[in-house]
Protein backbone atom coordinates (compact mmCIF):
# COMPACT_ATOMS: atom_id res chain seq x y z
CA UNK A 1 0.00 0.00 0.00
CA UNK A 2 1.84 3.38 -1.15
CA UNK A 3 -0.46 5.75 0.21
CA UNK A 4 -0.45 8.89 1.36
CA UNK A 5 -3.34 11.00 2.92
CA UNK A 6 -4.02 14.96 3.28
CA UNK A 7 -5.93 16.97 5.36
CA UNK A 8 -8.65 18.83 4.71
CA UNK A 9 -8.66 18.18 0.46
CA UNK A 10 -9.77 21.95 0.16
CA UNK A 11 -9.22 24.75 2.87
CA UNK A 12 -10.34 28.42 2.82
CA UNK A 13 -8.76 30.91 4.73
CA UNK A 14 -8.63 34.63 5.12
CA UNK A 15 -5.82 36.72 5.30
CA UNK A 16 -4.05 37.20 8.36
CA UNK A 17 -5.27 33.71 9.61
CA UNK A 18 -3.39 30.70 10.33
CA UNK A 19 -3.53 27.61 8.66
CA UNK A 20 -1.95 24.29 9.39
CA UNK A 21 -2.57 21.12 6.89
CA UNK A 22 -1.90 17.45 7.26
CA UNK A 23 -0.20 14.53 6.41
CA UNK A 24 0.26 10.92 6.98
CA UNK A 25 1.55 7.93 5.70
CA UNK A 26 1.42 4.63 6.35
CA UNK A 27 4.75 2.89 4.65
CA UNK A 28 6.69 3.40 7.84
CA UNK A 29 8.53 5.86 5.57
CA UNK A 30 11.42 7.93 6.91
CA UNK A 31 11.30 11.33 4.68
CA UNK A 32 7.97 13.25 4.17
CA UNK A 33 7.77 16.13 1.64
CA UNK A 34 5.85 19.66 1.19
CA UNK A 35 5.77 21.05 -2.52
CA UNK A 36 3.92 23.79 -3.48
CA UNK A 37 1.95 23.92 -6.76
CA UNK A 38 0.56 26.90 -8.80
CA UNK A 39 -1.28 26.61 -11.96
CA UNK A 40 0.65 27.01 -14.82
CA UNK A 41 3.71 26.53 -12.50
CA UNK A 42 5.95 23.22 -11.86
CA UNK A 43 5.45 21.73 -8.08
CA UNK A 44 8.04 23.45 -5.45
CA UNK A 45 9.83 22.15 -2.63
CA UNK A 46 9.27 23.87 0.47
CA UNK A 47 10.55 22.08 2.98
CA UNK A 48 11.22 18.23 4.06
CA UNK A 49 11.54 15.91 7.40
CA UNK A 50 14.21 12.90 7.21
CA UNK A 51 13.40 11.35 9.94
CA UNK A 52 13.42 14.25 12.86
CA UNK A 53 15.32 16.65 11.11
CA UNK A 54 13.48 19.60 9.13
CA UNK A 55 15.33 20.68 6.02
CA UNK A 56 13.94 24.14 4.65
CA UNK A 57 14.08 25.73 1.58
CA UNK A 58 16.35 29.17 1.40
CA UNK A 59 13.53 31.23 -0.45
CA UNK A 60 10.72 29.87 1.64
CA UNK A 61 12.22 29.44 5.28
CA UNK A 62 10.36 32.00 6.93
CA UNK A 63 7.01 31.94 5.57
CA UNK A 64 6.32 27.85 6.38
CA UNK A 65 6.99 25.78 9.45
CA UNK A 66 6.42 22.18 9.96
CA UNK A 67 6.49 19.36 12.74
CA UNK A 68 6.63 16.40 12.76
CA UNK A 69 5.36 14.29 16.22
CA UNK A 70 5.73 10.40 14.81
CA UNK A 71 7.01 8.87 11.60
CA UNK A 72 3.63 8.98 10.37
CA UNK A 73 2.09 12.49 10.05
CA UNK A 74 3.50 15.78 9.02
CA UNK A 75 1.92 18.77 9.10
CA UNK A 76 2.81 22.59 7.26
CA UNK A 77 1.95 25.64 8.67
CA UNK A 78 1.68 29.23 7.76
CA UNK A 79 1.21 31.45 10.77
CA UNK A 80 -0.30 34.68 8.62
CA UNK A 81 -1.57 33.35 5.61
CA UNK A 82 -1.44 35.71 2.39
CA UNK A 83 -3.13 36.18 -0.40
CA UNK A 84 -0.05 34.28 -2.65
CA UNK A 85 -0.10 31.31 -0.39
CA UNK A 86 -3.27 30.76 -2.78
CA UNK A 87 -2.04 26.97 -4.45
CA UNK A 88 -2.19 22.88 -3.91
CA UNK A 89 0.22 21.86 -1.67
CA UNK A 90 1.09 18.22 -2.13
CA UNK A 91 2.46 15.87 0.40
CA UNK A 92 5.16 13.48 -0.30
CA UNK A 93 7.18 10.61 1.35
CA UNK A 94 9.85 8.47 0.52
CA UNK A 95 12.19 5.93 2.35
CA UNK A 96 15.90 7.44 1.79
CA UNK A 97 18.71 5.39 0.40
CA UNK A 98 19.67 4.41 -3.09
CA UNK A 99 18.39 5.80 -6.16
CA UNK A 100 14.95 3.58 -5.44
CA UNK A 101 13.81 6.70 -3.99
CA UNK A 102 10.91 7.18 -5.22
CA UNK A 103 8.28 10.00 -3.70
CA UNK A 104 4.58 8.93 -3.31
CA UNK A 105 2.52 11.92 -3.05
CA UNK A 106 -0.53 12.54 -1.31
CA UNK A 107 -3.87 13.75 -3.36
CA UNK A 108 -3.16 17.24 -2.04
CA UNK A 109 -4.86 20.23 -0.42
CA UNK A 110 -5.96 23.21 -2.12
CA UNK A 111 -6.07 26.56 -0.25
CA UNK A 112 -7.48 29.32 -0.82
CA UNK A 113 -6.67 32.21 0.85
CA UNK A 114 -9.30 35.51 0.95
CA UNK B 1 19.96 24.93 -10.14
CA UNK B 2 18.34 22.42 -12.55
CA UNK B 3 15.91 24.22 -14.62
CA UNK B 4 13.60 21.92 -16.73
CA UNK B 5 11.57 22.39 -19.73
CA UNK B 6 8.74 20.69 -20.49
CA UNK B 7 7.07 19.99 -23.80
CA UNK B 8 4.24 20.44 -25.42
CA UNK B 9 2.20 22.28 -22.47
CA UNK B 10 -1.26 20.07 -23.81
CA UNK B 11 -1.40 17.34 -26.49
CA UNK B 12 -4.38 15.90 -28.35
CA UNK B 13 -4.21 12.60 -29.59
CA UNK B 14 -6.94 10.20 -31.48
CA UNK B 15 -7.03 6.85 -29.90
CA UNK B 16 -4.27 4.46 -31.41
CA UNK B 17 -2.17 7.01 -32.57
CA UNK B 18 1.09 7.33 -30.04
CA UNK B 19 1.63 9.98 -27.22
CA UNK B 20 5.21 11.54 -27.09
CA UNK B 21 5.70 14.26 -24.31
CA UNK B 22 9.21 15.86 -23.41
CA UNK B 23 11.39 17.28 -21.04
CA UNK B 24 14.66 18.73 -21.65
CA UNK B 25 16.87 20.34 -18.15
CA UNK B 26 19.33 22.45 -18.15
CA UNK B 27 22.55 20.35 -16.53
CA UNK B 28 23.73 16.64 -15.53
CA UNK B 29 23.78 17.01 -11.93
CA UNK B 30 20.30 14.97 -11.97
CA UNK B 31 20.54 11.00 -12.12
CA UNK B 32 17.08 9.95 -11.31
CA UNK B 33 14.38 10.61 -13.42
CA UNK B 34 10.88 9.79 -13.01
CA UNK B 35 7.57 10.64 -15.16
CA UNK B 36 4.12 11.11 -12.97
CA UNK B 37 1.07 10.97 -14.39
CA UNK B 38 -1.72 13.24 -12.11
CA UNK B 39 -5.72 12.60 -12.71
CA UNK B 40 -7.79 15.19 -11.78
CA UNK B 41 -8.27 15.24 -7.83
CA UNK B 42 -5.84 12.76 -7.44
CA UNK B 43 -2.39 12.52 -5.99
CA UNK B 44 0.58 12.34 -8.49
CA UNK B 45 1.44 8.66 -8.75
CA UNK B 46 4.81 7.49 -10.34
CA UNK B 47 4.58 5.66 -14.16
CA UNK B 48 8.35 5.46 -14.74
CA UNK B 49 11.37 5.77 -13.03
CA UNK B 50 14.92 5.32 -15.30
CA UNK B 51 18.47 5.60 -13.65
CA UNK B 52 20.92 5.70 -17.01
CA UNK B 53 20.89 6.62 -20.44
CA UNK B 54 18.00 4.20 -22.56
CA UNK B 55 15.17 3.55 -22.54
CA UNK B 56 12.50 1.85 -19.59
CA UNK B 57 9.26 0.01 -20.39
CA UNK B 58 6.67 0.39 -18.04
CA UNK B 59 3.09 -1.42 -19.61
CA UNK B 60 2.09 0.87 -22.65
CA UNK B 61 4.45 3.61 -20.84
CA UNK B 62 8.36 4.07 -22.00
CA UNK B 63 11.02 6.23 -21.18
CA UNK B 64 13.82 7.89 -22.68
CA UNK B 65 17.11 9.18 -21.24
CA UNK B 66 19.44 11.15 -23.19
CA UNK B 67 21.85 12.86 -20.15
CA UNK B 68 24.18 13.87 -23.35
CA UNK B 69 21.28 15.82 -24.80
CA UNK B 70 20.02 16.88 -21.88
CA UNK B 71 16.64 14.92 -22.84
CA UNK B 72 13.88 12.46 -21.57
CA UNK B 73 11.05 11.56 -22.91
CA UNK B 74 7.82 9.52 -22.44
CA UNK B 75 6.06 7.77 -24.35
CA UNK B 76 2.72 6.64 -24.37
CA UNK B 77 1.83 3.10 -26.68
CA UNK B 78 -1.69 3.03 -27.65
CA UNK B 79 -3.16 5.81 -25.18
CA UNK B 80 -6.74 4.59 -23.42
CA UNK B 81 -9.15 6.99 -22.30
CA UNK B 82 -8.38 6.40 -18.77
CA UNK B 83 -4.76 8.00 -19.71
CA UNK B 84 -6.29 11.50 -19.61
CA UNK B 85 -4.12 13.40 -17.36
CA UNK B 86 -1.56 15.63 -16.52
CA UNK B 87 1.93 14.29 -16.87
CA UNK B 88 4.88 15.41 -15.42
CA UNK B 89 8.90 14.47 -15.40
CA UNK B 90 10.95 14.89 -12.40
CA UNK B 91 14.33 14.59 -11.40
CA UNK B 92 16.76 14.53 -8.30
CA UNK B 93 20.01 13.44 -7.69
CA UNK B 94 21.13 10.16 -5.81
CA UNK B 95 20.66 10.79 -2.04
CA UNK B 96 23.55 11.08 -0.25
CA UNK B 97 24.96 13.67 -2.66
CA UNK B 98 23.55 16.61 -0.32
CA UNK B 99 20.17 17.06 -1.98
CA UNK B 100 17.21 14.84 -2.24
CA UNK B 101 14.60 17.56 -3.65
CA UNK B 102 12.39 16.99 -7.11
CA UNK B 103 12.64 18.90 -9.77
CA UNK B 104 9.77 19.30 -11.66
CA UNK B 105 8.46 20.53 -15.32
CA UNK B 106 5.48 22.50 -15.85
CA UNK B 107 3.14 19.11 -17.11
CA UNK B 108 1.41 18.24 -20.18
CA UNK B 109 -2.11 18.19 -20.30
CA UNK B 110 -2.94 14.80 -22.26
CA UNK B 111 -6.40 14.64 -23.77
CA UNK B 112 -7.46 11.52 -25.83
CA UNK B 113 -10.02 11.93 -28.89
CA UNK B 114 -12.30 8.69 -28.90
Known amino acids: DTTVKQNPRYKLARVGKPVNLICSQTMNHDTMYWYQKKPNQAPKLLLF???????READTFEKFQSSRPNNSFCSLYIGSAGLEYSAMYLC?????????????FGPGTRLLVL | QQKVQQSPESLTVSEGAMASLNCTFS??????FRWYRQHSGKGLEVLVSIFSDGEKEEGRFTAHLNRASLHVSLHIREPQPSDSAVYLCAMSMTPGTGSNRLTFGKGTKFSLIP
Open chain 1, 49 to 55: YYDKILN
Open chain 1, 92 to 104: ASSQMGGHQDTQY
Open chain 2, 27 to 32: DGTSDN
